[in-house]
């Protein structure tokens, strides 16, 4: 079974930087867009960004011009570069992998990470 397999959380000071990364638990046969959404406490899960598979990307507004998202093809990971970091980004970041085929002959699915903790404090 295919897994989401994220890094790079952790606690970091407002202003600061981080660096997610995604990558499959196997080698998979295809994957369209990757992306990254965040739930905070109390508050629904919402997307952060995604990356089509032509590099087409999609933003947050409140992540616009802070935020980068980034793909290997080759590796099957997704990035996340975080930067200028305020405390309202604080929230478990997931990482998603939409029309996912594990092998030439699996359906397309949709998987989702475990998610990794991100907490924006001084």
């Known amino acids: 079974q295919v897994q989401l397999v994220e890094s790079g959380g952790g606690l970091v000071q407002p202003g600061g930087s981080l660096r997610l990364s995604c990558a499959a638990s196997?080698?998979?046969?295809?994957?369209?867009?990757m992306g990254w959404y965040r739930q905070a406490p109390g508050k629904e899960r919402e997307l952060v960004a995604s990356i089509g598979s032509a590099d087409t990307t999609t933003y947050a507004d409140s992540v616009k011009g802070r935020f980068t998202i980034s793909r290997d093809y080759v590796k099957n990971t997704v990035y996340l570069q975080m930067n200028s970091l305020k405390p309202e980004d604080t929230a478990v970041y997931y990482c998603?992998?939409?029309?996912?085929?594990?092998?030439?002959?699996?359906?397309?699915?949709?998987?989702w990470g475990q998610g990794t903790q991100v907490t924006v404090s001084s």
């Open positions: 196997e080698r998979i046969f295809s994957v369209g867009a």
């Open positions: 998603n992998a939409d029309n996912l085929r594990a092998t030439r002959f699996s359906n397309l699915n949709n998987y």
